[in-house]
């Protein structure tokens, strides 16, 4: 069955730099969820769009922002990058009909130096 | 205090034990909720989900959801070492937009 497609897998930056991560959601889901989680860390939620409208936020800070285009993808724009923006960075998604069913990508691990 | 609360362990076990994992939360309005298991640097994995109380089985997992006591437990009959992960679990009110609040995480270890 597809699954969550992210990418990068892995990004190294250095800080102030810019950086941005893609997300393409199970096919026929609808809402896409991004999650930041730091090591020894559980998932926190960032932000989630539903039919390309952001539906909710999170602990998102201001430097970053996203959006969800018509072929429902996701992008997570990360600016000013810092040490503490090292992390894996999940997206989900799931049916709007079924909002308990969320499934996590592989996730992309940013570095930042 | 957080919202969602989890002892993160470790919970050590022999193969084949029955393992109970439980959460506790604070807001009444959490309707859904789920249980994942994360292997170390992968994604979560949805093993259950709940809508509202009541209980649900899959398999060698059952959920259980206690909104009175807020309270909701994941159960694995005849634990095997590669159930060996972190279980965490999450919930979310019912709301247009789904923020969702996940638990610490429990490190199960299943010894053979």
């Known amino acids: 069955a597809a699954g969550v497609i992210q990418s990068p897998r892995h990004l190294i930056k250095e800080k102030r730099e810019t950086a941005t991560l893609k997300c393409y959601p199970i096919?026929?889901?609808?809402?896409v969820y991004w999650y930041q989680q730091g090591p020894g860390q559980d998932p926190q939620f960032l932000i989630s769009?539903?039919?390309?409208?952001?539906?909710d936020k999170g602990s998102i800070p201001d430097r970053f922002s996203a959006q969800q285009f018509s072929d429902y993808h996701s992008e997570l724009n990360m600016s000013s990058l810092e040490l503490g923006d090292s992390a894996l960075y999940f997206c989900?998604?799931?049916?709007?009909?079924?909002?308990?069913?969320?499934?996590f990508g592989p996730g992309t691990r940013l570095t930042v130096l | 205090q957080k919202e969602v609360e989890q002892d993160p362990g470790p919970l050590s076990v022999p193969e084949g034990a029955i393992v109970s994992l439980n959460c506790t939360y604070s807001?009444?309005?959490?309707?859904?909720f789920m249980w994942y298991r994360q292997y170390s640097r992968k994604g979560p994995e949805l093993l259950m989900y709940?809508?509202?109380?009541g209980n649900k089985e899959d398999g060698r997992f059952t959920a259980q959801v206690d909104k009175s006591s807020k309270y909701i437990s994941l159960f694995i009959r005849d634990s095997q070492p590669s159930d060996s992960a972190t279980y965490l679990c999450?919930?979310?009110?019912?709301?247009?937009?789904?923020?969702?609040?996940f638990g610490a995480g429990t490190r199960l270890f299943v010894k053979a």
């Open positions: 989900a998604s799931s049916p709007s009909d079924s909002l308990g069913e969320q499934f």
């Open positions: 096919p026929r889901h609808d809402t």
């Open positions: 769009f539903y039919e390309k409208m952001q539906s």
């Open positions: 807001n009444s309005a959490f309707q859904y």
């Open positions: 709940t809508y509202s109380s």
């Open positions: 999450a919930m979310s009110p019912y709301t247009g937009g789904f923020k969702t609040i």
